[in-house]
């Protein structure tokens, strides 16, 4: 990858990759693209509703959307908490979703097992925080030949995630970018690093900002909460800083 540096060798650009649908990252000059949708697939008709609700956004400002959705949240703070209607349901709903909208689909993978599975329905496979330096997960994600989106970890330094990003472009040759979520600030408190949108770019790795989680007070109880109030401020400070897309849920 050749790109051009300025006098302190940080690239002004990196290379644009497509992850699906036409929804491009990395070309600042591009409409923002958003990453958007439910936390889980908590029921075929919830997922509809929230899927067309994003498509009618997407349609209303002409710019590039990403349905998001976990078929199954695999890391709950508390085991009685909610976590999927099932592999295939979830995963048939999240392909009916797509066909209604004609938007792209995202969703996690947390086993190698599951990727060829999920990579038949959606467009991007995401790696979990929590699992971004699992190699074999990053490996079999890539071999699908989907985009792969890898969340970085919030024990994790910005600079830290190219060997993540080393190891799917390693395995495949696909569309691979981050998403920043916050470094941990003690207990139950994140914070974000607005120089983490530079250092990984600066690496050549289109990063993408996801406002919610960030703002989450992880493992604080039997679930976990967040400071909704702070989500505006902070996502327009990352666009300010240069993020190529915006990850947020939505209900």
Not at 88 to 114: F, K, N, S
Not at 135 to 158: C, H, S, W, Y
């Amino acid at each position: 990858m050749s790109l051009e540096r300025d006098e302190e060798g940080i690239p002004h650009r990196v290379e644009p990759i497509e992850i699906a649908g036409g929804v491009r990252l990395g070309d600042l000059s591009e409409a923002l693209p958003t990453i958007a949708g439910p936390c889980a697939v908590e029921g075929h008709d919830e997922l509809l509703e929230a899927a067309r609700h994003v498509a009618e956004i997407a349609r209303a400002l002409d710019t590039p959307f990403v349905l998001k959705a976990s078929f199954d949240k695999a890391n709950r703070s508390s085991g009685t908490s909610f976590r999927t209607i099932g592999f295939e349901p979830a995963l048939a709903a999240l392909a009916e979703a797509g066909r209604d909208t004609g938007l792209p689909t995202l969703t996690d993978v947390h086993e190698p097992g599951q990727c060829e599975r999920v990579a038949a329905v959606v467009d991007v496979l995401q790696i979990p925080a929590f699992l971004c330096r699992q190699t074999d997960l990053i490996e079999a994600a890539a071999r699908t030949g989907r985009a792969v989106n890898i969340k970085r970890g919030q024990f994790m330094a910005p600079d830290d995630m190219r060997r993540a990003v080393d190891k799917a472009r390693a395995a495949a040759d696909v569309p691979v970018f981050v998403t920043e979520r916050g470094t941990s600030f003690g207990y139950h408190d994140l914070v974000v690093d607005m120089r983490a949108f530079s250092i990984l770019r600066g690496d050549g790795i289109p990063v993408v900002y996801d406002v919610t989680h960030s703002l989450q007070k992880p493992g604080g109880g039997e679930e976990t909460g967040g400071a909704r109030r702070f989500a505006e401020p902070l996502a327009r400070a990352a666009v300010a800083a240069g993020v190529d897309g915006v990850f947020v849920e939505i209900h």
